[in-house]
């Protein structure tokens, strides 16, 4: 059985990734570390910081016989590129299917947020994947013209005090004025712990939003070649 070590920024994100694998035969094993975001409103506190903290994460979730690791906060899997690169073992950001969808097409998107601090990072993941993407052999240039960032103000904080109930509720009144605003364009729900919201918003409206986990299963499933149960 495949071991997969899961690093959060919040415990929220827990339940979600333990019920999309649920079919699969993997034991998951979560490691919980809120401190960069508590952090982020220093006057000092700068990406390096996130480097090096993630860095040493990585390395000690490596460490415990992890088959391979799990990031599902944005804010850490901005600096994956380089810092994935220091472990031995597949590290994979939770907008990593993301971003490979994104290659694959050349339709409009728009990413909500809740965390104005994994705005950036994010962003600059999606244009780098599209700038070095393909699609029907042509390269996507131009990735700021079909892809931008919305941020949905005074969310985040709801769920770092633990008010579920309230978040949910805030984004998704969010994502429906999202969706409603710009139909000509896919809405995605950027940050793992807005996919409840987003699938509220698809069952209650029929207004589809991707979310983080809508293809998270079917692409560990290939990445790692996780088995069914």
């Given at each position: ?98 971003l490979q969808k994104l290659q694959q097409d050349s339709q409009e998107y728009i990413l909500a947020f809740t965390n ?76 793992l712990s807005m996919a409840p919201a987003a699938a509220r918003v698809t069952a209650d409206t029929g207004m589809l ?7 998270l299963a079917m692409y560990l499933e290939k990445k790692l070649s996780l088995a069914k149960v």
């Open positions: 059985m495949i071991t997969i070590g899961c690093y959060h920024a919040h415990y929220s994100n827990i339940a979600l990734i333990e019920e999309v694998l649920a079919p699969y035969e993997v034991e998951l094993v979560h490691y919980v570390d809120p401190g960069l975001d508590r952090l982020k409103q220093d006057t000092d506190f700068s990406e390096a910081v996130i480097r090096e903290k993630v860095s040493q994460t990585l390395q000690w979730i490596a460490q415990c016989h992890a088959d391979a690791i799990l990031v599902t906060c944005t804010l850490f899997a901005a600096v994956l590129a380089h810092e994935a690169q220091q472990v031995s073992i597949p590290v994979i950001g939770i907008d990593d299917p993301l104005p601090a994994t705005v950036e990072g994010t962003m600059a993941r999606v244009n780098e994947a599209l700038q070095q993407g393909e699609t029907n052999g042509q390269a996507n240039v131009v990735a700021a013209s079909r892809t931008k960032a919305a941020l949905i103000p005074g969310t985040f904080e709801l769920i770092m005090r633990g008010d579920k109930e309230g978040y949910m509720e805030a984004v998704t009144t969010g994502l429906q004025q999202l969706a409603a605003q710009s139909p000509e364009k896919t809405i995605v729900a950027a940050q939003i991707y979310s983080p986990l809508a293809s």
